[in-house]
């Protein structure tokens, strides 16, 4: 459906990783080997926390409906700013319209949100779910997808108290809102939340078969393996990255999110946990 990226470290040329790496998003877009549509050209976004981001911190988005390989504004914004915390996607659009309210990622006050996958039969669910949306948060959905929906019945639930049982809470809600209804895998996909100062990364499926999820490992590692690699230098020790599928071919430099797990990215590093893993 989608590629997204996220980063957190020192403060860094986005363009550095969405345009410049080997595997870069931006040519993810146009051939995605993991993703489930080859191009990715429906638009994209790009949300970035400012240079000396502390949770609270309120992001800034640029959203486009061009290809994301086709937007010169990309790139010099990219280029031109230098970020600790970022989001990028690029989208395959999967039924609602191409659209810059559409295009992700989406933002709550200090929260940046985005999703690669999909709630099956959205039409069936839709009424029910935006309906349980707070409805002082129901005026803040300017688009269509299902995605956007999850994040504010996620806010509803109390995500922004308790990051992963607000996650936790809209997907349950989904799975029990698409039994009603018939529907034999309704939750699909990969989601990205951050705060300003940490990102969790869920990958998750009713069917058990979700999305690609992967993280990079730590710098120290990777300049041990690889020490000839001058591009290597330009990351500082904090730098990571998750993403749907590996910017490079380096053997060990990113690590699978497993099935049914939240990767928690914060100042010590990765942690992972499971998520409604019983469920699946």
């Known amino acids: 459906m989608c590629r997204w990226l996220a980063y957190s470290g020192e403060p860094l040329q986005p363009s550095t990783v969405i345009l410049d790496a080997q595997h870069s998003l931006v040519k993810q877009s146009l051939n995605s080997p993991l993703g489930a549509e080859t191009v990715n050209g429906d638009g994209f976004g790009f949300g970035w926390y400012p240079r000396e981001s502390v949770a609270g911190s309120r992001p800034a988005l640029f959203h486009s409906t061009e290809p994301a390989w086709n937007d010169e504004n990309l790139r010099e914004l990219t280029q031109a700013i230098e970020s600790p915390l970022f989001f990028s996607h690029v989208r395959a659009a999967g039924g609602p319209p191409i659209q810059q309210t559409n295009c992700h990622p989406f933002r709550y006050e ?141 053997p060990g430099a990113f690590v699978e999110v497993p099935e049914s797990t939240v990767a928690i990215l914060d100042e010590s590093g990765y942690r992972h946990q499971p998520f409604l893993a019983e469920a699946a």
């Open 110 to 250: 200090n929260w940046m949100f985005m999703h690669n996958g999909f709630l099956g039969d959205f039409a069936k669910m839709k009424r029910d779910l935006t309906f349980a949306v707070d409805p002082s948060l129901y005026p803040h959905i300017h688009g269509t997808t299902d995605s956007e929906v999850i994040f504010h019945l996620a806010l509803t639930l109390g995500l922004q108290d308790d990051p992963i049982g607000g996650i936790t809470r809209a997907v349950q809600m989904v799975e029990s809102v698409g039994r009603e209804h018939g529907i034999r895998f309704p939750m699909q996909g990969t989601i990205a939340l951050a705060d300003g100062a940490t990102i969790w990364a869920f990958r998750y499926s009713t069917q058990g078969m979700s999305r690609s999820l992967f993280h990079s490992v730590d710098i120290d590692t990777l300049r041990e393996m690889y020490p000839d690699i001058e591009r290597l230098k330009i990351f500082g020790r904090r730098a990571r990255v998750v993403v749907s599928e590996p910017l490079n071919d380096l």
